[in-house]
């Protein structure tokens, strides 16, 4: 009997699935569908039943199910995820770290494993009470605890006994020394525990109700297959899944020399990684994801946070923004009020719609005016509830989080539909916002379109560069190259001596650009849409 493999890969936008014979590698069937975040079994789901339906394979010929997964790259770039606090015990120079807290606790042990002072469990135990109602999940991280887990594993069984939420001791995962990246690490996986083991369930949940009963597996960011509870209980190996599977499905369409950089454009996040001698480079002591620097072995790559669906925003002042967060594109959003109805500069650049209802938020303000008004912008819940800023920011995460509203305002996706580059939505709606926020800078429809498309681009030639400074010269150029960016004296210019694989949704209508400007040429392979979740099916291979 024949056997296959799926491959699937839960984007920020769009879920990928395809479906390969795991003799001949061919590829049978592809399907794509929107993640549906509000319940991930749902989208993956119909990308499963799309497979199965349009090779006719049953399900028990499938013999695995591998997951590649940008969704933790995402929440740790959109500083979405758990609400953290970080428990560093025994180290008195004190850090900052992006979670919600940084607590610092007496104790540790020193170079030799011996206890350098006892734990402070009374104060601990405050601490924890303290903290219970503000935080999702826990992490841990001791001096030397590499040498001697005990107090990670005391103050783990505390926080159990106090608090019984998602908790993560660093010894678990690195044993190399730096004690600020291995606090960062730990409080990382914390972030994540709690969204990968709502992502494991819904897959799982979803290959159930077609009969998929094969095991699953969940691509890390070095490439190695973990099952179900790995991918829970280390949920930090999966922060770089996605550009792994990018980076493993772009290493095979390198230069006859085995190197290429493979650009991976979604519709949240873009994803850059090196080719060199056929594989993909890992980064030595740990990737690093936004604002982490972890001791989690990853490929060294380069996440920015723009993608087709990234958040165009046009101040009071009339400066264009891009990212790093996303909102479904107006021409992708179904039956919304018209954009010339809500859409504008400052704090009408988007619109919030309650998705779903919640009755433990009936008392809470932001909710109440929400489900009251049917078009709700930033500048509405100003001047309803004076409300604005960073706490406004905070509450709409949160609600986000909790998938109760769905944000919608202009993305470089509208643009492509604006300038006849795309034909999967509404163009009408696209040309409508285009032309309110264009009015905004005295531009058409049309220059704003292309005014966006090349911010797009010139953010991804950033990345690329900064990365590429980082990986060969060890140095950030990133101010630099933001300050010669229309600088009236100074101008500058780079050549990469590197091809281009480009994959992703938006690769086609957003790299080619890219490549001129960076005079190189860029290749997409066949079924380069779906590329990473081939990568995810040929790395479980």
Request: with cysteine.
């Amino acid at each position: 009997m024949q056997n296959f493999i799926i491959g699937i890969d839960t984007g920020g936008t769009y879920t990928d699935a395809v479906l390969l014979d795991t003799d001949t590698k061919e590829i049978i069937a592809t399907a794509k569908q929107p993640t549906t975040h509000f319940q991930l079994s749902r989208g993956t789901g119909k990308a499963l039943a799309d497979i199965l339906t349009n090779s006719g394979v049953k399900a028990e010929q499938v013999k695995t199910v591998a997951v590649s997964s940008t969704l933790a790259t995402n929440s740790v770039v959109e500083n979405k995820g758990a609400r953290v606090a970080v428990i560093v015990i025994g180290y008195v120079k004190h850090f900052k770290l992006p979670v919600k807290a940084v607590v610092f606790v007496k104790g540790g042990h020193t170079i030799t494993g011996d206890e350098e002072e006892p734990l402070d469990i009374d104060y601990l135990v405050r601490l924890i009470e303290g903290l219970k109602n503000e935080v999702d999940a826990y992490g841990i991280c001791s001096a030397m605890s590499i040498k001697n887990p005990a107090h990670e594993l005391v103050a783990e069984k505390a926080i159990a006994m106090l608090d019984p939420k998602p908790t993560f001791c660093s010894h678990r995962i690195s044993q190399l020394a730096g004690m600020q990246e291995r606090a960062a690490t730990a409080g990382l996986h914390a972030k994540l525990m709690p969204v990968m083991d709502e992502f494991v369930t819904g897959v799982r949940g979803a290959m159930k109700q077609l009969d998929l009963l094969c095991p699953m597996m969940v691509i890390g960011g070095n490439g190695t297959p973990l099952d179900e509870r790995e991918a829970v209980s280390q949920a930090g190996l999966t922060v770089a899944s996605g550009p792994a599977c990018s980076a493993y499905y772009g290493r095979l369409h390198a230069t006859p020399d085995g190197r290429a950089l493979v650009v991976d454009v979604g519709g949240t996040t873009t994803d850059i990684a090196i080719i060199e001698n056929d594989k993909p480079l890992l980064a030595p002591e740990g990737c690093t994801v936004g604002r982490w620097k972890t001791h989690v072995e990853a490929v060294d790559m380069q996440t920015t946070g723009v993608g087709g669906d990234s958040y165009v925003h046009v101040d009071a002042r009339g400066n264009l923004t891009l990212g790093p967060s996303r909102v479904t594109p107006v021409s992708m959003a179904g039956h919304i009020p018209r954009p010339d109805q809500w859409l504008g500069a400052g704090g009408k650049s988007k619109l919030i719609m309650l998705h779903q209802k919640s009755r433990e938020l009936e008392n809470n303000e932001l909710y109440r005016l929400m489900a009251d008004k049917t078009m709700v912008t930033p500048e509405t819940i100003r001047q309803e509830l004076g409300l604005g800023g960073i706490p406004l920011q905070q509450q709409l995460e949160s609600l986000t989080r909790k998938q109760l509203i769905v944000e919608y305002g202009f993305t470089p996706t509208d643009a492509l539909h604006v300038l006849d580059k795309l034909n999967i939505g509404d163009k009408t709606r696209a040309v409508e916002a285009a032309a309110v926020l264009g009015g905004e800078l005295a531009m058409s429809s049309i220059e704003f379109s292309h005014m966006v498309l090349h911010r797009t681009g010139e953010l991804i030639e950033n990345a690329i560069i900064e990365y590429l400074m980082r990986l060969h010269f060890d140095q950030s150029a990133g101010n630099i190259i933001a300050g010669c960016r229309n600088h009236p004296v100074l101008d500058i210019d780079f050549s990469l001596k590197l091809p281009i694989i480009g994959i992703g949704a938006a690769a086609r209508t957003l790299l080619p650009d890219v490549a001129k400007n960076l005079k190189t040429v860029i290749t997409f392979p066949k079924h380069s849409e779906v590329g990473n979740a081939i990568g995810a099916a040929l790395t479980a291979l």
